[in-house]
């Protein structure tokens, strides 16, 4: 069973600023992954070859995300390369972790 949560961070105009560079950063490299398994002839297996998914976390889990969208798309004959205009982050326990700060109030979000 995989366990999902939805949070909303009230963020000040810095850190609204950073998250959007980070939705950004991951919104390219799902987008340049697929634009790259695009042109394969055959996606199989349930993982990107890991020659392609070098890099960081973020690098790894957004190859996945863009394996999963081309494999659907072939599947279902899609005829046009997909496009990710999604806002959100896969992230899982190996790429990000949550801190609650109880004296502030405050969420502090890292990413490994």
């Known amino acids: 069973m995989i366990k999902s949560y939805k949070l909303k961070i009230y963020a000040n105009k ?23 398994f695009w042109t394969f002839k055959d996606i199989k297996g349930l993982y990107p070859p ?11 889990d957004a190859s996945q995300k863009a394996w999963q969208i081309v494999k659907g798309a072939r599947k279902t004959n ?16 190996f790429s990000a972790y949550i801190f609650l700060n109880l004296k502030q109030k405050s969420l502090i979000f890292g990413l490994k």
């Open 78 to 93: 899609q005829k046009e390369r997909p496009y990710f205009k999604g806002k959100e982050i896969d992230l899982n326990q």
């Open 50 to 60: 890991k020659e392609y998914c070098r890099g960081g976390r973020l690098v790894r």
């Open 14 to 36: 810095g850190k609204t600023k950073e998250l959007n560079k980070l939705l950004s950063f991951w919104q390219d490299q799902v987008n340049h992954k697929i634009k790259l």
